[in-house]
């Protein structure tokens, strides 16, 4: 069992800066791939990016350049840190925690992007 919680989210202008982090506790963090998606209001959730277990990350075209995702196994976090950002970028944003057989979703933290 996997216990998830995000944190970070917020309001911030066009162009500016959020680092989200998502804390896990309840098992061996370091072997879950660990992913961030986003459900934006009246939209599917749609994937965001990845960091395996052994640290190699992979991006959605439409944030690529523009976040970064990485993880801290000692502290038992994942992290997003996110820039330039949009009003597109507006949504709950999740993180999940997969390995073959095993997945366990976050609460959410909420992430408005606007003047």
């Known amino acids: 069992q996997v216990q998830l919680v995000e944190s970070g989210g917020g309001l911030v202008q066009p162009g500016g800066s959020l680092r989200l982090s998502c804390a896990a506790s309840g098992s061996i963090f370091s072997i879950y791939n660990m992913h961030w998606y986003r459900q934006a209001p009246g939209k599917q959730r749609e994937w965001v990016a990845v960091i395996t277990s052994g640290g190699s990350t992979n991006y959605a075209d439409s944030v690529k350049g523009r976040f970064t995702i990485s993880r801290d196994n000692a502290k038992n976090t994942v992290y997003l840190q996110m820039n330039s950002l949009v009003p597109e970028d507006t949504a709950v944003y999740y993180c999940?925690?997969?390995?073959?057989?095993?997945?366990?979703w976050g609460q959410g933290t909420q992430v408005t992007v606007s003047s």
């Open positions: 999940l925690a997969w390995k073959r057989g095993d997945s366990y």
